[in-house]
């Protein structure tokens, strides 16, 4: 009988018993704020028990408070299976060959109805069964590597995704997709951009911010995107591929180590900072932004240095941070420290004693900034002066986050400090750029008159 009612207790179990409505049937709901008609869904075993929730023809859901509720009729019942069944990939000879490797997160999830979280479920093989279109653009073959969300996504995964993806070009792969979950897709496509280097095809990362159950989803049309820049582009780089506009109207191809996620639910949420977008992509064309990347080549010639330490760590400054801050790291056998100072590279005097510590005991620490866009620079200021004084070195205009992730590669080939510096100040990727393009840093401030007509006139 428990089973007639999943996750409904106290208050909306009686009104589904009293109107005899069991769970996965389509009902008819009369309420004092108006008629509602869907499937009765689940209940998180977390959630109150004032509500019952219907999922509506629109593919949206609804609740509905128990007490406002008149009346309710069960129109039919058809249990839901919130599982897409596997098939087998279509093969065509005149197609090319791109792998997907599968790892977890959004673009490969569902809804579970117990705790009413979003949890990884679809292999890479169920990710066909939903999006048919995959097969118009290329021979998809799928392997799922690991079933994690992207925050416990680390060295381990980053070794064996480059390990992976440097075995698939030697076989004559033409193309990789990477699902990945979004919020940490950007420290990974870092971490690949500088372990797999000078790759013949394109590498492009994909997830989404919407679960693939909900009508509002972009998992669909991010897959289609990446696996075409996979088959087609010339692009042969760590890409991320997502949303450009939160419409659906087209995707952007953003370099690995020029990108990072900035807001936590729009479906545009990767940018490219200090830099322009590589590329923009539809289900028709590709269209190149710039011309400075490395080009598709026929050869299977790769070079893959899978390299991590994981005792570095990154370290956002915040007025009155104390020095036991760094002197923790230290006295826990951290290598490298990645700091995001304030304006062009600084943090405050009480810190100093730490980071002189720090550096005389072979610490190696490199300044990013915690506004993103621009340079470091640190001969400025007599702060900058006086921390360049104890060791702390400038990272350009790297990202704090790939700042990290570069360290940690550094140090997984040398303990040298001399050598680690090397790695760190030599651009691989465009972590590092001569200068950052105008265009390369745009933050519009809404209410402004002549940005509110400029709004006017495009899509957000």
Same mark, same amino acid.
């Given at each position: 009988?428990?089973?007639?009612?999943?996750?409904?207790?106290?208050?909306?179990?009686?009104?589904?018993?009293?109107?005899?409505?069991?769970?996965?049937?389509?009902?008819?709901?009369?309420?004092?704020?108006?008629?509602?008609?869907?499937?009765?869904?689940?209940?998180?075993?977390?959630?109150?028990?004032?509500?019952?929730?219907?999922?509506?023809?629109?593919?949206?859901?609804?609740?509905?408070?128990?007490?406002?509720?008149?009346?309710?009729?069960?129109?039919?019942?058809?249990?839901?299976?919130?599982?897409?069944?596997?098939?087998?990939?279509?093969?065509?000879?005149?197609?090319?060959?791109?792998?997907?490797?599968?790892?977890?997160?959004?673009?490969?999830?569902?809804?579970?109805?117990?705790?009413?979280?979003?949890?990884?479920?679809?292999?890479?093989?169920?990710?066909?069964?939903?999006?048919?279109?995959?097969?118009?653009?290329?021979?998809?073959?799928?392997?799922?590597?690991?079933?994690?969300?992207?925050?416990?996504?680390?060295?381990?995964?980053?070794?064996?995704?480059?390990?992976?993806?440097?075995?698939?070009?030697?076989?004559?792969?033409?193309?990789?997709?990477?699902?990945?979950?979004?919020?940490?897709?950007?420290?990974?496509?870092?971490?690949?951009?500088?372990?797999?280097?000078?790759?013949?095809?394109?590498?492009?990362?994909?997830?989404?911010?919407?679960?693939?159950?909900?009508?509002?989803?972009?998992?669909?049309?991010?897959?289609?995107?990446?696996?075409?820049?996979?088959?087609?582009?010339?692009?042969?780089?760590?890409?991320?591929?997502?949303?450009?506009?939160?419409?659906?109207?087209?995707?952007?191809?953003?370099?690995?180590?020029?990108?990072?996620?900035?807001?936590?639910?729009?479906?545009?949420?990767?940018?490219?900072?200090?830099?322009?977008?590589?590329?923009?992509?539809?289900?028709?064309?590709?269209?190149?932004?710039?011309?400075?990347?490395?080009?598709?080549?026929?050869?299977?010639?790769?070079?893959?240095?899978?390299?991590?330490?994981?005792?570095?760590?990154?370290?956002?400054?915040?007025?009155?941070?104390?020095?036991?801050?760094?002197?923790?790291?230290?006295?826990? =056998? *951290?290598?490298?420290?990645?700091?995001?100072? @304030? $304006?062009?590279?600084?943090?405050? %005097?009480?810190?100093? !004693? #730490?980071?002189?510590?720090?550096?005389?005991?072979?610490?190696?620490?490199?300044?990013?900034?915690?506004?993103?866009? =621009? *340079?470091?620079?640190?001969?400025?200021?007599? @702060? $900058?002066?006086?921390?360049?004084? %104890?060791?702390?070195? !400038? #990272?350009?205009?790297?990202?704090?986050?790939?700042?990290?992730?570069?360290?940690?590669?550094?140090?997984?080939?040398?303990?040298?400090?001399?050598?680690?510096?090397?790695?760190?100040?030599?651009?691989?990727?465009?972590?590092?750029?001569?200068?950052?393009?105008?265009?390369?840093?745009?933050?519009?401030?809404?209410?402004?008159?002549?940005?509110?007509?400029?709004?006017?006139?495009?899509?957000?």
């Amino acid at each position: 009988m428990a089973d007639l009612f999943k996750g409904y207790k106290g208050k909306a179990l009686g009104l589904l018993k009293d109107y005899n409505i069991r769970v996965w049937s389509e009902a008819s709901v009369k309420t004092t704020r108006g008629d509602f008609r869907g499937i009765v869904l689940p209940r998180s075993e977390n959630d109150d028990d004032r509500h019952i929730v219907l999922k509506l023809a629109t593919g949206y859901n609804v609740g509905i408070a128990v007490d406002t509720v008149l009346d309710m009729r069960e129109e039919g019942y058809k249990e839901a299976h919130y599982k897409i069944p596997e098939k087998e990939f279509p093969f065509s000879a005149d197609k090319p060959n791109v792998k997907l490797l599968g790892t977890g997160g959004t673009i490969a999830s569902r809804l579970d109805y117990r705790t009413g979280a979003v949890i990884p479920a679809f292999s890479p093989g169920e990710l066909y069964g939903a999006v048919p279109e995959l097969a118009d653009i290329c021979n998809l073959t799928t392997e799922k590597l690991f079933a994690v969300f992207s925050e416990n996504m680390g060295p381990q995964q980053y070794i064996k995704l480059a390990i992976s993806i440097g075995k698939e070009i030697e076989k004559g792969i033409d193309g990789i997709v990477i699902g990945h979950g979004t919020d940490t897709m950007h420290h990974t496509a870092s971490a690949l951009a500088f372990m797999v280097q000078n790759s013949p095809v394109p590498i492009v990362m994909v997830g989404s911010q919407r679960s693939s159950d909900r009508p509002s989803s972009d998992a669909a049309l991010n897959l289609m995107h990446a696996t075409k820049a996979a088959a087609e582009s010339d692009i042969a780089e760590v890409m991320v591929c997502m949303f450009g506009p939160t419409s659906d109207e087209y995707g952007l191809l953003h370099s690995g180590c020029r990108v990072r996620k900035m807001h936590s639910s729009y479906r545009s949420t990767f940018r490219t900072l200090g830099d322009i977008p590589l590329a923009m992509i539809d289900r028709q064309k590709i269209t190149p932004l710039r011309d400075n990347y490395n080009r598709r080549r026929n050869d299977r010639e790769v070079t893959i240095l899978p390299y991590f330490e994981e005792k570095v760590a990154l370290v956002y400054y915040y007025p009155n941070m104390m020095p036991d801050i760094i002197d923790a790291l230290v006295d826990n =056998g *951290y290598k490298g420290i990645v700091i995001a100072g @304030t $304006g062009l590279g600084h943090v405050n %005097k009480p810190v100093y !004693p #730490a980071i002189e510590r720090a550096t005389k005991a072979g610490v190696a620490i490199y300044m990013t900034v915690q506004t993103l866009w =621009g *340079y470091v620079h640190m001969f400025v200021y007599d @702060t $900058g002066r006086d921390l360049m004084s %104890k060791g702390i070195i !400038p #990272a350009e205009n790297m990202l704090p986050e790939v700042a990290y992730i570069k360290l940690g590669w550094a140090f997984g080939q040398t303990s040298d400090l001399e050598e680690i510096k090397k790695i760190m100040l030599t651009p691989v990727c465009d972590e590092i750029t001569e200068r950052e393009p105008y265009n390369g840093y745009l933050v519009f401030q809404g209410g402004i008159p002549e940005i509110e007509e400029f709004l006017k006139r495009v899509h957000k």
